[in-house]
């Protein structure tokens, strides 16, 4: 779709809400508005206890403060329609591919049944949500995780959005954002999903000589297939405070090296100082923390990554 397409094409509007009623349901491309909020259900109610330090706080509390414990700084996991709202100028963005679910291709046992519970559950059709909007001004293609559906799994429709969402980024030559989190590869997808890898990174390469800027951001928890592809091949790696990342788990390798693991092990920080993550972001800092590298790269509506 070329940037006149997207614009002549008539624009679905679609409210996204937190979950609790489901985002972008028209089964095709629309625009997400932060208007006509439903509240999102919180199966815990009222309250909700910290994970970290164990603190009881109200929902709403925990809401205002963009899901942060306000006792640790714990950071809550966000569905991908709560980070679009809390990054993009006025919550809006403007949704590729919202159409695409998976064929189950290989005939997977349970894979339908689960992958519509994953829908049904949030709204979303896979675990990605792309598109484009403006972070401070700035045009960018954006692409967004959600690791409620299906773990974050890497699937061929999440490599297909992902891809598309890089193409799109080449063609209107502005800024790429990936939002990250998974737990690795789509196992009832099997080698379709694996082939993800080598699809998006071979695109973000293109883009990268093209000379674009793609900054990638890593939120809790990033593994397996994701970490190996394009979460780790950003011009900026970004990650939220305390987000696990890494490409095994910290079990499946303290019991294959047998050795106790550092208890930081994996962490942004841990990331950070081995030089795997450039900065460690909060979220409440995230969107001037993007415009500020906006703002260096994006010269006159041009974008430089220094190559
Ligand atoms: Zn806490």
Request: hydrophobic residues 40%; charged residues 25%.
């Amino acid at each position: 779709m070329s940037f006149i397409d997207l614009f002549q094409k008539k624009r679905k509007y679609a409210t996204v809400p937190s979950t609790d009623r489901p985002v972008n349901r028209a089964g095709e491309s629309g625009e997400i508005l932060p208007e006509d909020k439903p509240k999102r259900e919180i199966p815990e109610g009222l309250m909700n206890k910290c994970p970290k330090c164990a603190t009881i706080q109200f929902t709403k509390e925990l809401e205002k403060n963009l899901k942060v414990c306000t006792s640790c700084g714990y950071h809550f996991k966000l569905s991908a329609v709560e980070r679009i709202q809390m990054v993009m100028d006025e919550g809006r963005f403007f949704e590729y591919d919202a159409e695409l679910i998976s064929e189950d291709p290989l005939e997977f046992p349970d894979y339908v049944g689960k992958y519509r519970k994953a829908v049904d559950a949030t709204g979303m059709n896979d675990a990605v949500i792309t598109g484009e909007g403006t972070i401070g001004g700035f045009p960018v293609v954006v692409a967004v995780m959600s690791f409620d559906f299906m773990g974050g799994t890497l699937g061929s429709v999440v490599g297909e959005k992902i891809t598309n969402a890089i193409e799109h980024a080449m063609q209107k030559n502005d800024p790429l954002i990936i939002f990250s989190t998974s737990g690795g590869a789509r196992m009832q997808e099997s080698i379709l999903s694996l082939m993800q890898m080598a699809k998006s990174s071979a695109a973000i390469a293109k883009f990268n000589e093209q000379g674009g800027l793609f900054i990638s951001v890593i939120t809790d928890p990033t593994f397996g297939g994701v970490s190996a592809s394009y979460a780790m091949l950003g011009d900026y790696i970004l990650a939220e405070p305390g987000a696990a990342f890494g490409f095994t788990g910290r079990r499946v390798i303290e019991q294959t090296i047998r050795q106790k693991l550092p208890d930081n092990f994996q962490t942004a920080e841990f990331n950070l100082k081995h030089g795997q993550v450039d900065m460690v972001v909060v979220r409440k800092d995230m969107k001037n923390t993007l415009t500020r590298l906006l703002d260096l790269h994006v010269v006159k509506g041009e974008v430089a990554n220094g190559k």
